[in-house]
């Protein structure tokens, strides 16, 4: 299985800031059709799920454009500009290039 | 709008057996891949299943594998999760997601509880 190691676990972030969450694979991420199926999702308290960026960099519908996701291989981040208070909440990233599909630990986003 | 509205779960001892549903509404169900997706209480989250969008293929995580199927309804666009023999292990809120784009919209969650 693909190990996804999230680092770092907690990150206290002023208002207005950027914050930055590192996801490593312990395997290449990269499909046999040339796609690497790396997501971050965002988990707000009392919400569904969301998905904020999908095959690395790609922002879903409805995302705000302060939130960027970048890397190859193994190694990917997940950037936000400027933070907001509305951001607070634990990011996922998550492979699906094969199964079992799997998710790092999580990284909680707090407001310092 | 779409929608995935989980219900069926509760409290049931170890061993025995729930069956969760999947409502889905606001898209072509019969159209997409459906995943189960599971977080236990504080935890992170945990792939559970995953069904193709015509029922021909299943995947499952080898912590489930023989105990958990994965079923769905096209005709009453519902997503299914049969679980049996239970373990106390398996306590955690069942999310159902949409794979068109890649767990692209989620449901809130059904809580399970295994205990005696």
């Known amino acids: 299985d693909i190990v996804m190691t999230q680092t770092p676990l907690s990150s206290p972030v002023t208002l207005g800031q950027p914050a930055s969450i590192s996801c490593r694979s312990s395997q290449s991420l990269v499909h046999s059709d040339g796609n690497t199926y790396l997501s971050w999702l965002q988990q707000r308290p009392g919400q569904p799920l969301r998905l904020l960026i999908y095959?690395?960099?790609n922002r879903f519908s409805g995302v705000p454009d302060r939130f960027s996701g970048s890397g190859a291989g193994t190694d990917f981040t997940l950037k936000i500009s400027r933070v907001e208070a509305e951001d607070v909440g634990v990011y996922y990233c998550?492979?699906?290039?094969?199964?079992?599909?799997?998710f790092g630990q999580g990284t909680r986003l707090e407001i310092k | 709008q779409l929608q995935l509205v989980e219900s069926g779960g509760g409290v049931v001892q170890p061993g025995g057996s729930l069956r969760l549903s999947c409502a889905a509404s606001?898209?072509?169900?019969?159209?997409?891949?459906m995943h189960w997706v599971r977080q236990a209480p504080g935890k992170g989250l945990e792939w559970v299943a995953f069904?193709?969008?015509?029922?021909?293929?299943?995947y499952y995580a080898d912590s489930v594998k023989g105990r958990f199927t994965i079923s769905r309804d096209n005709s009453n666009n519902t997503l299914y999760l049969q679980m049996s023999s239970l373990r106390t292990e398996d306590t955690a809120v069942y999310h159902c997601a949409r794979d068109r784009v890649l767990f692209d919209y989620w449901g809130q969650g059904t809580l399970v509880t295994v205990s005696s």
């Open positions: 095959k690395i960099s």
């Open positions: 998550m492979h699906a290039t094969q199964f079992p599909i799997t």
């Open positions: 606001g898209f072509t169900f019969s159209g997409d891949g």
């Open positions: 069904i193709r969008f015509d029922g021909t293929k299943k």
